[in-house]
């Protein structure tokens, strides 16, 4: 498989990286991360006027209409960075009503999208409950030609500045995902203290929300796994891009840090941590835009793909995290190092949309099926 990108691709990664360079310096996160807030308001202007937010929303709602390995550009550049705010987010909940949304939904949801005037995420994890759409239990109720919601959501990222929530509750017995206003009646967000300085995470409540029946996404419990599969390769590019800048910082650091007269970076116990860094960096690269390119082509294979990057990524990000941190010495756990903002984001991206174990869990089930139907 061709892992180059294309002449588009590679521009669209290079006004990624100029403009974030600008506009999403560690000091700017810090900045709107003591400041309560979910983005900065100009770097979400300037994101939409570039068509950051339309990226995967069709054309003819005023989008581009790109695929996930254009997203997972988008959010490698973004988790480089250490973006803070729902461009993600939205994009995934523009790709679940441009698939499975109606006609009437997508004409009134998907401009707004597109253009960033209503940003979006998605409420699916319960607290003590994880990411398994298996273990939701949010209710929905069919009243008439309304659905009545009820139940808690955890770690909804932006949920503060969402104009739309996707919230993922059981009807029928099957797991279905309603578009839901941030403000209607009986829905409250509180925001949660997390070890990711450079995202909000919000708790959100829903006592008899009442949301008009036409809001239902179709497809039920397909439907909610295929956006799992999306978010968890879009978070492994997020964590691709952490891993990518610390493997940066920490080869400037061992190349100027002397010891014994000599810079670290010259002995060979310190050149052999850093090439397993690039490794596993390199190793993640190509274990998530192969599954981003299975997505879009809707391989076969698209979902267990999906399950490697996100077990490979969790796992081997947190380790070059560790790294990072060891061979930065003492000057890596202090408050004032950009380091730790780095190392939280790549811990939080290790758990969101299920740690290693739950997707090496998964994909054994997935195997294990494809053996059962191949006898």
Request: aromatic share 6%.
């Amino acid at each position: 498989m061709d892992f180059e990108f294309s002449d588009e691709q590679a521009m669209l990664r290079e006004v990624f990286r100029d403009t974030l360079r600008d506009h999403s310096s560690p000091e700017k996160v810090r900045a709107i991360a003591d400041g309560g807030l979910d983005v900065d308001p100009k770097l979400w202007s300037l994101g939409a006027e570039l068509g950051w937010t339309g990226l995967a929303i069709p054309e003819q709602y005023g989008g581009a209409g790109q695929g996930l390995v254009e997203l997972c550009i988008a959010a490698e550049e973004l988790g480089r960075a250490i973006t803070p705010g729902p461009f993600i987010t939205t994009s995934l909940v523009g790709l679940a009503v441009a698939r499975h949304g109606s006609a009437e939904l997508q004409a009134e949801v998907l401009p707004g999208l597109a253009d960033g005037s209503t940003p979006a995420t998605w409420a699916l994890a319960e607290p003590r409950r994880g990411w398994a759409p298996e273990s939701i239990q949010a209710t929905a109720v069919l009243e008439g030609d309304t659905v009545l919601l009820n139940g808690r959501k955890t770690a909804v990222q932006d949920a503060g500045s969402a104009a739309w929530l996707l919230v993922t509750a059981v009807l029928d017995g099957e797991p279905t995902s309603f578009l839901v206003e941030r403000t209607a009646g009986g829905m409250a967000t509180r925001r949660q203290k997390v070890l990711d300085q450079t995202r909000s995470l919000y708790e959100v409540r829903l006592e008899n929300v009442r949301v008009p029946a036409a809001r239902r996404l179709a497809g039920g419990a397909e439907q909610v796994r295929w956006l799992s599969d999306a978010a968890a390769v879009l978070t492994s590019a997020d964590s691709l891009g952490v891993g990518e800048r610390l493997l940066e910082m920490t080869v400037d650091y061992v190349n100027v840090r002397v010891q014994f007269d000599r810079p670290i970076g010259s002995f060979q116990a310190v050149k052999h941590k850093c090439s397993d860094m690039l490794m596993l960096v390199r190793g993640v690269r190509a274990a998530t835009y192969y599954a981003a390119m299975a997505f879009d082509a809707g391989t076969p294979d698209a979902s267990r793909a999906a399950s490697v990057a996100k077990a490979f990524s969790s796992e081997a990000m947190s380790r070059v995290a560790g790294e990072a941190l060891q061979m930065h010495g003492g000057i890596g756990f202090t408050w004032e190092h950009d380091l730790h903002l780095y190392l939280r984001r790549a811990k939080t991206d290790e758990a969101l949309y299920g740690d290693a174990a739950v997707h090496q869990r998964r994909l054994c089930s997935l195997l294990a099926a494809e053996g059962a139907g191949a006898r």
